[in-house]
């Protein structure tokens, strides 16, 4: 069973950074490695939907972000140690919300929820001066 765990939230001043990282597990009785899943980076602030930041392929040859970080979040993978990883940069308060990643079987990465079958817990992320 593949596992997400996230880390790297915390309480940010407007225009700081965080790196959030997703690592996973659970590769050890299945013929399948990291390499076979696409990643996705989401997340939810209070009283809103879940919406798609950004999401990477299976080998990290393409990423697609949503128009209100492009140029601030970069995701990128490192299939060997198993992780994710989402830097944010020149945050700003309207960032503020619990971030998920999600994993999903296959090479097409996608910024829609439903397309996840595998979900961590959620990093919190809060930016406030």
């Known amino acids: 069973q593949l596992r997400l765990v996230e880390s790297g939230g915390g309480l940010v001043q407007p225009g700081g950074s965080l790196r959030l990282s997703c690592t996973a597990s659970?590769?050890?009785?299945?013929?399948?490695?990291?390499?076979?899943?696409?990643i996705g980076w989401f997340r939810q602030a209070p009283g809103k939907e879940r919406e798609g930041v950004s999401c990477?392929?299976?080998?990290?040859?393409?990423?697609n972000y949503t128009d209100s970080v492009k140029d601030r979040f970069t995701i990128s993978r490192d299939n060997a140690k198993n992780t994710i990883y989402l830097q944010m940069n020149n945050l700003k308060p309207e960032d503020t919300a619990v971030y998920y990643c999600?994993?999903?079987?296959?090479?097409?990465?996608?910024?829609?929820?439903?397309?996840?079958?595998?979900w961590g817990q959620g990093t919190e992320v809060t930016v406030s001066s």
């Open positions: 990477i392929n299976n080998d990290g040859t393409s990423t």
């Open positions: 999600a994993a999903r079987f296959g090479s097409l990465p996608f910024l829609r929820p439903a397309m996840y079958l595998y």
């Open positions: 659970g590769f050890t009785s299945s013929i399948f490695t990291l390499k076979d899943y696409s």
